[in-house]
């Protein structure tokens, strides 16, 4: 990622973007980042807007992106879809961790600010293995609206405060397991 200058080669949470990275080499002249709203760019636009996400474990409830953002995309485009590539990992030693440091030119200024609070370090994935990608759908705000109805997709964050007191964005979450089969695209 690094000798190709992909953006996001320095990221402890190197996994998200390797799977953005080999997408879009796959997909080389239809890949285009997503539109951006507030903080939340989805990852590839081409005829459909998808983010894509990586989860640890085949089963289970992922974080997706912000409500706000979510609906204006819907709104705007009348789909979005999200790819998740599920798997297992590893966690890094410390060693690894400090190999990682050294290679990404030093800590961040929020690993920084983070040490100098007294806040715990982040556990780093080490490897991945990934096992599966489920994608699913929304088209229009009727089908979110349907999924929220329907248990699968739920509020989450709501309500919540980042570590500076500001209020945290709420997002969605969607459980695996329960996605229906008029919104799976792939399992």
Known sequence: MKANEWPHWRQSEWPGFYFEY????????????????????????????????????????VPLNDQEAVQKCIKDHGFLGWMILTGSATYASDADREWHTKFKGGLSAYSISNRAAGRPKRRIKGTFSPSKVIGFGLTGIGALNKALAEGWLVGFQEGMRNSNGAARRAKYMVDLSAIPDWALVKR
Do not use: C, I
């Open 22 to 61: 080999r997408v879009a080499a796959l997909v080389k002249k239809a890949f285009v980042r997503g539109p951006r709203y507030g903080n939340v760019t989805f990852d590839v636009k081409s005829a459909l807007v998808w983010d894509l996400k990586v989860h640890v474990g085949d089963s289970g409830k």
